[in-house]
């Protein structure tokens, strides 16, 4: 039981706090507090200032002005992660693991346990074994980094932070590359973490999450405070509208319906790689095509597979009615056809570069005049595109890593458009993205079915395959177990055959 004085003072708190960047300011006098055995979610919409308050909380960020107190102290937070040392542990969204080491040694990084003037390495096994199946997990210790899928990366990161005994442990989405089983999981641990008296941040986009599992929630907009109250006196809507500013009633926009006649301009037969077995469907003009099914059912092997990223055993690709083979992004973009990676940090953007060049690099050869890249002419087109998708930045020769998540996702659809293609494959399009930036995005994608150009959705959540999509296939282990249309695209026909309760393999 935590006595009145840890109740009644915050473990952690920011008073009147503002940060700025140069002469941007981008947090203005904003009051929070995190207090022992609690969890204290923070949402708004990208660029509402949640991850510039995190860092000033942890100290990664000095604040502008305002004060900073742990246990009702002032204090000066060291800076670069240093703050751990005070029990003050960030977990970031970009994953802080070393990809060559061990599970072992990222989770004792820097705290190795040693005896006799060496390494103990059957102790911190042996630690890492427990605290392993304490959530549930089942990775070796040995196991590098390298060789583990994202959500399983994502719980070693988490594992690594309860192992630091944090006293304030703040969370940056980090249920967002998790299966549900998984994230089930970790609200195991939370609990658990709550009941110890640990200060627990939670900044997440997925609102249902945030009404399951914190005390109190604090709303953001465009840098400033807009509320702070207990969990049950929020409805789901009334945190969309708050974040947002307006009415979401139109979250999902009204979708044309789909030309059962219209021309198929893209045929897969029997497509088989080293993970994906006999797979076959059909595209049409003016389409949303959904694919549906678990993480790990094969649904981003057989894109990436058909736009040359993977190697194809056996299958027929016809686009248009011609029989292709890619051997590369490049020939599969020439033939009219764009891929939009999940992972816009890893593969989708040059982080370090400003957003001009990242805008026009798929299509650069239409950019190059001579010997010499078109400037302006990349420059009108990076205009065009911020039209286009309301790209939201402070100025347009901001790095691309310092976009917020929404805007970084918005540049990439501009990206791909700038390519002229005529079929356009949108991996997790809204993965880690607020809801108000959700609807834009669900908005741009029926303007460009409506406009007859044909989208593929991969998506791991239900709600958006079921809100923009005309057809959808439902994949697990590898292969089609059904393809769904009408009224029949809804949770539970595709949770059936995601889950293999339901259906013959589909091959057609």
Known sequence: MLDSVQAETPVLAAERVSKSFGAIPVLFSVSFDLRAGEVHALIGENGAGKSTLMKVLSGFHPATSGTLRVDGEEVTLPPNGQAEDMGIVLIHQELNLAEQMTVEENIFLGREQSRNGFLDRA??????????????????????????????????????????????????????????????????????????GTAIMFVSHKLQEVQAIA??????????????????????????????????????????????????????????????????????????????????????????????????????????????????????????????????????????????????????????????????????????????????????????????GGNQQKLLLAKIMEADPKIVIIDEPTRGIDVGTKQQIYHFIAALAAEGMSVVVISSEMPEIIGVCHRVFVMRDGQIMGALTGDAINETEIVRYAAGLKGEKHHG
């Open 123 to 196: 102790a911190m096994t042996e630690a890492v074994r427990k605290m392993f199946l304490d959530v549930g997990l089942d990775i070796s210790p040995k196991a590098r980094i390298s060789s583990l899928s994202i959500a399983e990366k994502q719980m070693v990161e988490i594992v690594k932070a309860m192992s630091r005994n944090a006293r304030v442990l703040i969370m940056d989405e980090p249920t967002a590359v998790l299966t549900e089983a998984e994230t089930t999981v970790f609200f195991a641990q939370v609990e658990k973490l709550k009941a110890k």
């Open 215 to 404: 005390d109190r929630v604090t709303i953001l907009r465009d840098g400033q405070w807009i509320a702070t109250k207990p969990t049950g006196e929020f409805t789901l809507d009334a945190m969309a509208q708050m974040m947002v500013g307006r009415e979401l009633s139109d979250l999902y926009p009204p979708m044309n319906e789909a030309d059962v006649d219209a021309e198929r301009v893209l045929e897969i037969e029997g497509l088989t790689t080293q993970n994906i077995r006999n797979v076959s469907f059909d595209l049409r003009k003016g389409e949303v095509l959904g694919f549906s099914g678990l993480i790990g059912s094969g649904r981003t092997e057989v894109f990436e597979a058909i736009c040359g990223l993977k190697d194809i055993d056996s299958g027929v690709i016809r686009v248009h009615g011609e029989e292709v083979r890619f051997a590369s992004v490049a020939d599969a973009r020439d033939a009219g056809i764009c891929y939009l990676t999940k992972d816009r940090k890893e593969k989708g953007l040059l982080l370090e570069q400003e957003m001009r060049p990242n805008m026009t690099l798929l299509a650069l050869p239409r950019f190059v005049k001579g010997f010499m890249i078109d400037r302006d002419a990349e420059q009108e087109a990076l205009a065009r595109g911020i039209r286009r998708f309301d790209i939201r930045a402070r100025d347009p020769k901001v790095k691309a890593g310092d976009l917020s």
